[in-house]
């Protein structure tokens, strides 16, 4: 593996970005949106509800981390379809780029447009709506570790799944956040859900964060029983879809797909 | 026949293909073709439409896996090391335009990335000057005419200096003059830096005065091989595209039969 070409793909991601600075727009709205709404829910509910509960840490930082979560996902994604869009497949498979490079490229660049809405959210939800991001010490850096690794794990996957149906199947990619949230236990402690519908939070890493989140705002020590599991799904999750990506790009080689690809992505 | 010139001997391969195949269920899109490209050597692959030109290149890239055979840039087998075959060859196809959102130096800079091309400053820079491009450097290349983004796609084809270079249609969407120019360009730069060069082209007169070699390929099969300003005569034909018109309306197995 070599660094110039993972390089190269970070590259080609800055300067889109410096070609059409109208691109930093959607980085920093949607999530600026988010905060700016959930911190005035979260404001009526600490007025109407009485019990003295604060409503700010564990719905606001929720949000928050939930969104750091999809953008990292987003951002892998958006920067592979860059090439499905500008029908770079050709060009870019027939280099000596191996794919271990191009997801490590896209990973990085997914870091650093991320990174800007994370700034962003952490600004707003400090400076407008009072949340101390930082009370929950040295547990946030687990938490935030395991959801950037679920949202690469996220990207990859929808990555796979675009390169294996072919580009009209990105509208496929999209809800997968909204899909997976009622299930990561996201705003509610896993006891609300049904059954059936906690035994497939715990195959989803975000549920064991927000599980933990909880309790330490809640006082309590940080539960290692719970994020010790969470991080162990999120690495082995991150495994298996690195290899399902690999084997979805051997298929679209064996079968002819990946040359056909830039035929189809004009359509 | 081959017009391969003994005095380079073997060792100035560019690509060698062997028994090379892809067959898609029961159909042989490409079957058991053979043949190589000398250094400093055109070559021009010629056939109808779906003959199977398009499968070989695309084989050669490493975007398709044969069902059979195998393909070795210089000397390194592509199957058995893809980074090293890959980083000797480089193409240009009138189909792989370049990201239209990146500017001509950002696409070379990019590309020249990938190839991991050392002193890539001074060579988009030497790239961008022997292609005309210089007041073209800034601008994206979906603002480019086609001969413009041509250009700008063959400087991406040579960032890496390879050792072989596949050209899919290059001159397909040029006028005249600029595919002239092309041409000319293409053909000094097999001379100049012993670099093999296999084109596609439905462009006889084109390839008349490019190729030093041509490849009829029909239904996947090479049917005829040799020099194209020699071969029409060998085979009765007044012109080059009297003999290509004819191979590809003849029945294949009329075909093989007669050259075996």
Redesign the interface.
């Known amino acids: 593996m070599?660094l110039?070409?993972i390089?190269?793909?970070v590259?080609?991601q800055i300067?889109?970005l410096r070609?059409?600075p109208v691109r930093l727009f959607p980085m920093i709205t949607w999530v600026a949106i988010d905060i700016v709404l959930w911190g005035f829910i979260t404001r009526y509910l600490n007025s109407v509800s009485g019990s003295g509960m604060n409503f700010v840490p564990t719905l606001l930082g929720a949000v928050l981390m939930w969104d750091f979560g999809t953008r990292i996902m987003q951002g892998v994604s958006t920067a592979f379809l860059?090439d499905v869009w500008?029908?770079?497949f050709?060009?870019?498979?027939?280099?000596?780029?191996?794919i271990s490079e191009y997801v490590i490229g896209l990973v990085i660049t997914s870091v650093l447009t991320s990174s800007l809405g994370l700034v962003v959210m952490l600004f707003l939800a400090t400076a407008v709506f009072g949340l101390h991001f930082l009370a929950m010490g040295a547990a946030l850096v687990v938490f935030l570790l395991v959801l950037f690794v679920f949202g690469v794990t996220l990207g990859i996957a929808g990555s796979a799944i675009v390169l294996r149906l072919g580009p009209a199947s990105e509208w496929l990619l999209w809800p997968l956040p909204a899909v997976l949230a009622p299930f990561a236990a996201v705003f509610y402690p896993l006891a609300t859900l049904p059954h059936w519908m906690q035994a497939i939070a715990r195959c989803l890493p975000p549920s064991y964060v927000f599980e933990g989140m909880r309790a330490v705002l809640a006082g309590r020590p940080a539960p290692i029983g719970l994020l010790a599991p969470g991080a162990a799904l999120a690495g082995g999750e991150l495994v298996i879809a690195a290899y399902v990506y690999c084997r979805v790009y051997r298929h679209a080689?064996?079968t002819?797909l990946?040359?056909r690809y830039?035929?189809e992505s004009s359509g | 026949m081959s017009t391969v010139n003994p005095a380079r001997g073997d060792d100035g391969v560019a690509l060698r293909i062997q028994n090379l195949g892809k067959r898609y269920g029961g159909v042989a899109a490409v079957d058991d073709v053979s043949f190589h490209v000398q250094r400093g050597e055109v070559v021009g692959l010629l056939g109808p439409n779906g003959a199977g030109k398009t499968t070989t290149i695309n084989m050669v890239l490493g975007l398709l896996e044969p069902t059979t055979g195998t393909v070795r840039i210089g000397h390194v087998d592509l199957r058995e090391n893809r980074v090293a075959a890959l980083s000797r060859t480089n193409f240009a196809a009138v189909y792989a335009a370049l990201p239209g959102n990146l500017t001509v130096t950002e696409n070379l800079r990019f590309f020249g990335l990938l190839y991991d091309v050392r002193g890539l400053r001074r060579r988009v820079d030497e790239l961008i000057e022997e292609f005309d491009l210089t007041h073209l450097r800034h601008t994206k290349c979906g603002l480019l005419s086609s001969g413009e983004q041509t250009r700008a796609a063959l400087a991406k084809a040579l960032i890496n200096r390879p050792q072989l270079l596949l050209l899919d249609e290059p001159t397909a969407s040029l006028d005249p003059s600029a595919a002239q120019i092309v041409r000319q360009k293409i053909k000094s730069l097999a001379t100049a830096d012993r670099c093999g060069i296999l084109w596609t082209s439905h462009n006889m007169y084109e390839v008349e005065a490019v190729c030093d070699r041509v490849l009829f390929l029909s239904h996947g099969k090479i049917l005829l091989e040799g020099n194209p300003k020699i071969l029409p005569g060998l085979h009765g034909a007044a012109t080059l595209e009297d003999l290509f018109i004819r191979v590809a309306r003849e029945p294949l197995a009329e075909r093989t039969g007669d050259s075996s």
């Open positions: 070599k110039r070409p390089a190269g793909i590259l080609r300067y889109l070609g059409s860059e500008s029908r770079n050709l060009n870019l498979f027939s280099s000596p780029l191996l080689v064996r002819g990946l040359a830039s035929a």
